[in-house]
C-alpha cells in the first residue's frame, strides 16, 4: 500500500479514537451535571468538550476536502428537521446556560447535504453561545431561488472589522481573530459545496439581528 | 404517522463498558425498556438469530473479531435482518459511506459521536418512521408481488409529500425490476430536472445500458464520475459495462481507480482480482487478491477460492514458493473442507507442474479426482471447470471432456460462464475441443425451443410442457427451459382456473431467482402471475 493512503486512515481512526474519549468526558460531565445541580464551571466544560469535538469535525471534513476525498451527499430534506436535529444537539448545553433558543421554520423542502448542513449550523450556535446574552433565534425561510438559513443572536454583534470583509473571501480571513474566523471559513466551505443550476451557496453576516446582536445567514440553491 | 418509541426492542452493540453503559441510559430516559446488550459481534449475532428486533445499533468498532459492517453483511447475506429493522452504526466520522458503491453493505444511518439523548430519538424516530411507510412496499418485493409493491409505491406517492423524492427513487427502481424502462425513465428525468442528482443520473445510465445503448451508458457514467468522482456505485455500473462488451482492460482499470478510492470493499477487490487476472496483470492480481484475503478476515465472503486464486496468481508469476505457502494457509484456514481441499491439490497440481515434476502433479490431480467423487453435494461450476481444465493441462483430455462437456449443457445460456470456458480453450490450446460442443448444444436448444413453441401454437398445451419438463431434467440449470416452463404455466393459470397451479408457478419462480436468472427478465411475468392469483391471498389495500 502507498504510504500515501496511511495518512487519512491514521487521522480517520484516531479522530474515531479521541471522538470515544470526548463521548466519555461529555457523558461524565452529565452525571456531574445532575449530582452537582448545573454548576457552570461544569457547563463550561460541556462547552469547551462540544467545541473541541466540532474543530474536529471540521478538521476532518476540511482535510477531505483538501484531499479530493470529499463530495456533498445531497439529498431532498425537511428543513424543519434539520432545524431540530441541530436543537436536539445543542438543548442540554443551551438550558445549563440559560439561553432560550426559539426556532421558527417557513421554508419546506431543502436539498443539501444533511449532515454537513447540520455541522454547520452547530458551529455557529456553539460561536452565537459565546456572545449571545439570554436569547438565539434560529430561522429558516425561502428567499428567491435559495433558502435562507439564518441564527440571530442578543450579543454584542460582529466587530466592525470583520464586517468589512466579504466572509465567503478566503483571502481577506483574518485567522487571527481564532475560533471565529475558522468556523465562518468552514461554513462558507459548506455553503459553496451546495450548487444547483449555476448558482452556489453562501453565505452572509451582519448585526440587523432582530434581538440586536449578531445575524449569520447561510443561502443555499 | 407518529412514532412511538417505548414498545421498540433494541440490540445494543458496544465493546466499551462505559459507553454501553451510558446509551444504555440515554435510552431508559426515552422510555425504551427492551434492550439487550452485546459486547461483540459473535454476542449480538446469536441474539439477532434468537429473535428479532426494531432497531440494531452497533459502534463501528467492536474490538477484535467483526466490526459492525462486517456484522450486517453477514446477517443480510443469512437473511436474519428483517426489513423492518432500522440498523445504525455510531461512528466517529460523520459521513464514511460517501466512499462506498453498490458492492458494499449500508446501514440505515451512521450516527457520529458524541450524541444525546435527544439527537438518539431523533434519529430512532425518523429511521423507523421509513422502515414503517417503507413496510408493505418490501413486503410486496419479498412476496415477489411487484404489481402490489407498485400499487402500494404510488398510492404512498399521490399522498405523501414528505418523503416523495425517496418514494419516486423506489418507484423507479421497481420499474427497472420489471424492465419498465420507459417508466423508469421518465421518473429520473422528472427528478433531474428539478436537480442535478448523481443516482438519478445513474439511473439514466443503466436504463442505456439495458436497452443497449453501450455508448451512450458509458458516455453517461464518465460525464457522472468527472462531476462527482467519489460515486463508487458509477464506477462499479462502468466496470460491467466493460466487462460486458469485452473490453477487459478498460473494466480493469475501471477498478483499480475505484479500489485506490476505496479499498476496503472485499467484492470490488475480488473483481479487481479475477479481471487482472483474466488480463495477465498477474501483480495487480497478486495486490488484489491479498487484499480479499486481507479483508475476508472476519467476513462471510471469507472464500477458499480467493486463496487458491492468489496461489493461482503466483504460479503463473513464477513464485511457486509463495504459491504453496499460500496454499498451507488455505488449507490452515478451511480445515475439513473438502471442496477447498480440491482448489489447494488443483493448484499443487499446477505448481508441480511448473517445476517440472509430473509424477507429483499427476499425484495431486488424481487426488482431487478420487476427492471430487467422494463428495455428494455437487461442485460450483467454476471448481468444475477448473478440475476439467487441470485435467486437460495433464494431456487427459478424455477426462476433461467428461467433466466439460455436462458443464456446457446445463450452462449454455450462461453468457459469462461460457465465454470462460471459450477463454480457457483459447488460453490452453484446445483447437475446438469444446466449441463443437458448445454449438451443437445451442443448435439443440434452439431448436427444442422451436419444437415447444409449434407445439404450444398448435393448442398441444401439455405436450409442450412436457417436452420442456424433460429438458429441465436433463439441463436442471438452463435459464431459457425454466423461463418457458413458467410462461406455459402462466398461460395454463389464465385458462384452467386451477389453484394449485399459482402454487406451482410460484415455486418456480423461487428456483429462477435461485438459479440466478435476472430480476428484469422475471419481472413482467410476476406482474402478470400477480394479477391471477387466487383472491383470497391477496393483501387488503
Partial sequence: MPTKNHFPTLLASTIHDIKNSLSVVLQLTRIFSSKYKNDPDLTQLEFETHRINNSLMQLLVMYKIDHNKFQADIDEHPVCDILADVRAQHILLLEGRHISLSIQCKADLLFCDNTLVCNALSTLLNNAQRYSRSSIFLSAYPDGDFTCLAIEDDGEGYPAAMLENDPNDLNKLDWISGNTGLGLHFVSTIAALHENKGRQGYIKIDNDSRLGGARFRLFLP | MTINLTDKKILLIEDNPFMRRSICSMLYTLDIEHVVEANNAGKALAAIRKRSF?????????????NSLQLLEEIRTQNLLPFKTVFIIISGEQTPQMVLGAMDVKPDEYLAKPFNAHQLSIRLKRNLLLKQLFYPINQAISDNNFAQAIHHCDQLLSQNKQHHLILLRKRAELALAIDDLKKAEEIYLQILQRRELPWARLGLGIIAFRAGRTEQAIDIFNKILQKTPLFMECYDWLSQIYQHIGQTEKAEHILLKAVELSPNAILRQKKLGTTAYHNQHLEHAENAFKQVIKLGKNSIHKNSEDFAALAKTHNDNNKTDEALNVLNALRNEFRHDSEAEIRALLVESEVHLHRKAPKQADDSLNKALDLSQSIEKSLPKELLLELSKTCFLHKKESLGMEILSPLIKNHIDD????????????????????????KQTKKELIDLNNRGVALFDQGKIEEALNLFEDALERMPHNHTILLNIIKIQLFKLKTENNQQNYQKIQTQLRLAQELGIPQQKLGQLQIEINRLQPKHEKYAD
Fill in chain 2, 415 to 438: 453468457e459469462s460462464f461460457i465465454a470462460e470456458i471459450q477463454h480457457m480453450q483459447k488460453q490452453l490450446d484446445l483447437k475446438g475441443f469444446s466449441d463443437n460442443l458448445i
Fill in chain 2, 54 to 66: 426494531d432497531v440494531i445499533l452497533a459502534d463501528y468498532n467492536l474490538g477484535d473479531g467483526k
